[in-house]
């Protein structure tokens, strides 16, 4: 089993920045793709940006390629979420995820076995 706790959330206006942490408890040969996704009020969860444990690849979703960066401290076992220039449809509750789907899968939250339980971030326009 594989704990995740995510921080790092609030409050930014437009074209500001946050910083989002997920620490996660342990490793399992089921949680070698670390993710984050998000879900705003009344849409369907949507990933954001992935990256494989302990390597550099990475891949992220065109609504915010160039505005998001995800990294990993592997001795701390902790993926990082730079967000800037925010914007409103960046609103919505941030998840942190650990699973083993695949290159090609790795935007479906059903491929993910494990989730923390979540990190607001609102942007005010």
């Known amino acids: 089993q594989v704990q995740l706790v995510e921080s790092g959330g609030g409050s930014v206006q437009a074209g500001g920045s946050l910083r989002l942490s997920c620490a996660a408890s342990?490793?399992?040969?089921?949680?070698?793709?670390r993710a984050w996704f998000r879900q705003a009020p009344g849409k369907e969860r949507e990933g954001v940006a992935v990256?494989?444990?302990?390597?550099?690849?990475?891949d992220y979703a065109d609504s915010v390629k160039g505005r998001f960066t995800i990294s990993q401290d592997n001795a701390k076992n902790t993926v990082y979420l730079q967000m800037n220039s925010l914007k409103a449809e960046d609103t919505a509750m941030y998840y942190c995820?650990?699973?083993?789907?695949?290159?090609?899968?790795?935007?479906?939250?059903?491929?993910?076995?494990?989730w923390g339980q979540g990190t607001q971030v609102t942007v005010s326009s």
């Open positions: 995820a650990a699973g083993s789907p695949g290159w090609i899968k790795w935007l479906a939250p059903t491929e993910y076995h494990y």
């Open positions: 342990a490793d399992t040969y089921d949680s070698n793709y």
């Open positions: 990256i494989i444990r302990g390597s550099s690849y990475t």
